[in-house]
Every structure is written in C-alpha cells, then in structure tokens.
C-alpha cells in the first residue's frame, strides 16, 4: 500500500508566481489535512477537507491560499502570488473516516516550496 | 494561537542513556501523540494517548497521557544512534479544535553520541 504521496518533493518559485502542491492519500482514504512548516518549527494546521468539501481552514490564510479536494484525484494547495514568506515545508496527512486521530496521522514526506 | 510548550529544545546524549521529554499546556486535549521527524520526511507516528493517565510503550519508547490532560512526556531507554531526530508532541484540543487540527509543540531534537 502506498502511502501519502506529495509531489512536488522541491518546487522554487520566483515572487509573484503560483505555486500548486499536490496530495494523494492513501488508497481508501477520504479525508485530508494539510499543515504548514517553518524551519526549526512544529507543524501548523491550515486546512481540512473531506472530498469536495472544505470541513476547517481556521489555519488558512485568508488571501491567496486556497484548497480543494475533488471527486476525482489528489488534493492541491494552491499558492497565488507567492511572496518570500511562503517558503516553508508543506505536509499533507490522510485518514480514512472521520475522527482521524482514532488512527493517528499519516503524514506524507511533504514539498518543500523555496521563494527566491 | 495555541501553544504546547516542549521540553527540551535539544539534547546531546550518549549511546545507551535514557532520554526524557515533555510537553505541557494550560489547555485540556482530548488526545496526546508523539512523532519522529528525520530530515527532509514528514513525521512519523511513535505513539498515540486516548485516555488521561494511559500509559503507552512501543518498543523502548513509553508515553503517558498526564493526570490533569494537559501534559504527555516522553522517555526512550537505553538511545543507540538512530533515535537522532527531531520528536514533536501533539495533541488535539478538547475544547474549540476540529478533529483535524492538531497542535504541535516546537520539538526536541535529539542527538545521540556513538
């Protein structure tokens, strides 16, 4: 079983551009937090989402950050206008049913986005 | 925002000592976890607390669920070299979290000499 995919693994982004990362749960999985973090930090929340419906973005920026989790295939957290602040490391985890910590956090390897 | 503060910031053992961390809170969780996070992963689930005053072990890793809900601590016995990294606490909140939101405390990262 494959576990929770993110790609990209490195993306570098000049100022200004967008940034979209990707996450793929793990198979049977319908349930998605992303989290976001900075060096020599713990990880942040910033969104949960069930299939095609956003369930909490309470750690979500309010401007240019945005999340979707269609019907069909991987998440993607979208970054527009990407300014130096962003560079961060971007983690995604997946759970099967709601009540994720009933089965801990399954994290995937997370992208890392470096603004230049 | 909600802080866990996570004790200590690092340490520097030698092979076959007991390490020993914690993370307190003045808020109440419902649930306490420990991961491990090597550089460049995402981290790793080690241990999971349900229940005030659980008391987990895997393999030589024991983490306990504190009396009051506000604390877990962590203790690795006898470290060897691949216990080196980065261990997060986190826990969700009884009170004003979604089931999503975990809160992470900032880490200790632990470095083992041979």
């Known amino acids: 079983n494959a576990g929770v995919m993110q790609n990209p693994r490195h993306l570098v982004r000049r100022r200004g551009q967008e940034a979209r990362l990707r996450c793929s749960p793990m198979?049977?999985?319908?349930?998605v937090y992303w989290y976001r973090q900075l060096p020599e930090e713990g990880l942040k929340f910033m969104v949960y989402?069930?299939?095609?419906?956003?369930?909490?973005e309470s750690g979500m920026p309010k401007e240019r950050f945005s999340a979707e989790f269609p019907k069909e295939g991987p998440s993607i957290l979208r970054i527009q206008q990407v300014v130096r602040g962003d560079s961060a490391a971007y983690f995604c985890?997946?759970?099967?049913?709601?009540?994720?910590?009933?089965?801990?956090?399954?994290f995937g390897s997370g992208t890392r986005l470096t603004v230049v | 925002g909600q802080q866990l503060n996570q004790s200590p910031q690092s340490m520097f053992i030698q092979e076959g000592e007991d390490v020993s961390m914690n993370c307190t809170s003045s808020s109440i969780f419902n649930t306490w976890l420990w991961y491990k996070q090597e550089p460049g992963e995402g981290p790793v689930l080690l241990i999971a607390?349900?229940?005030?005053?659980e008391l987990t072990s895997n393999g030589r890793l024991t983490a306990q669920f504190g009396i009051t809900r506000k604390d877990s601590f962590l203790n690795i016995s006898a470290s060897i070299p691949s216990d080196v990294g980065i261990y997060f606490c986190a826990g969700q909140l009884e009170y004003g979290g979604s089931q999503g939101n975990l809160i992470f405390g900032k880490g200790t990262k632990l470095s083992v000499k041979p």
């Open positions: 985890a997946s759970s099967p049913i709601t009540g994720l910590v009933n089965y801990g956090y399954t």
């Open positions: 607390l349900y229940k005030a005053g």
């Open positions: 989402l069930q299939k095609e419906n956003i369930i909490d």
């Open positions: 198979k049977g999985h319908s349930h």
